[in-house]
T-cell receptor, first 113, second 111 residues
Framework: SAVISQKPSRDICQRGTSLTIQCQVD?????MFWYRQQPGQSLTLIAT?????????ESGFVIDKFPISRPNLTFSTLTVSNMSPEDSSIYLC??????????FGPGTRLTVT | RKEVEQDPGPFNVPEGATVAFNCTYS??????FFWYRQDCRKEPKLLMS???SGNEDGRFTAQLNRASQYISLLIRDSKLSDSATYLC????????????FGKGTRLSVIA
């Protein structure tokens, strides 16, 4: 399995500001993804982070709101832009190597006031 | 119809009980299947992959029925430490593609 770290682990932000979340994997992986988990809900995929090209977004999520970078095979960032209280959630990064099994980072707990 | 549907739960069972969770998926082209476990305020952790032939890992047994599009997880001899939310997860395409998560079933094992 891959060891995945995320920074920050939590943050409290003001409405209208932006937060960038970092995801670091301990070894090269083929795929990285960003999910959101709202209170009491299951995980929803935001986007697939593609190395060296634009991320692939799921329906309901757009690049202007959630810009994503993946400059290499072990690192990705997700920015939550122009935040509102509805963005309060846990944001999780996941990664997979050649098997279909995905492993998750510990998550970033975001509260927007 | 949701893409992955699970028993609503919660399941409250005594220690030592056997408990079964069911899950159905709507996309017949789905390729791979998993059970994840999520503890309160933690990230999901892979419990086991689910294969067509069924697979067992200690007290945990997973079954897949492709014809019925049905996945199950059986936990025998429940321990207090099994208390968690169990997520049924489906990979809807081949290869390393995003996972689709069920809402999860909460299990509480009580002494």
């Amino acid at each position: 399995s891959a060891v995945i770290s995320q920074k920050p682990s939590r943050d409290i932000c003001q409405r209208g500001t932006s937060l960038t979340i970092q995801c670091q994997v301990d070894s090269q992986v083929t795929m990285m993804f960003w999910y959101r988990q709202q209170p009491g809900q299951s995980l929803t995929l935001i986007a697939t982070a593609n190395q060296g090209s634009e991320a692939t977004y799921e329906s309901g999520f757009v690049i202007d709101k959630f810009p994503i970078s993946r400059p290499n095979l072990t690192f990705s960032t997700l920015t939550v832009s122009n935040m509102s209280p509805e963005d309060s959630s846990i944001y999780l990064c996941s990664a997979a190597r050649f098997s279909y099994e995905q492993y998750f980072g510990p998550g970033t707990r975001l509260t927007v006031t | 119809r949701k893409e992955v549907e699970q028993d609503p739960g919660p399941f409250n069972v005594p220690e030592g009980a056997t408990v079964a969770f069911n899950c159905t998926y709507s996309n017949s082209a789905s390729q791979s299947f998993f059970w994840y476990r999520q503890d309160c305020r933690k990230e999901p952790k892979l419990l086991m992959s689910v294969y067509s032939s069924g697979n067992e890992d200690g007290r945990f047994t997973a079954q897949l029925n492709r014809a019925s599009q049905y996945i199950s997880l059986l936990i025998r001899d429940s321990k207090l430490s099994d208390s968690a939310t169990y997520l049924c997860v489906v990979n809807r395409r081949s290869g390393n593609t995003p996972l689709v998560f069920g809402k999860g079933t909460r299990l509480s094992v009580i002494a």
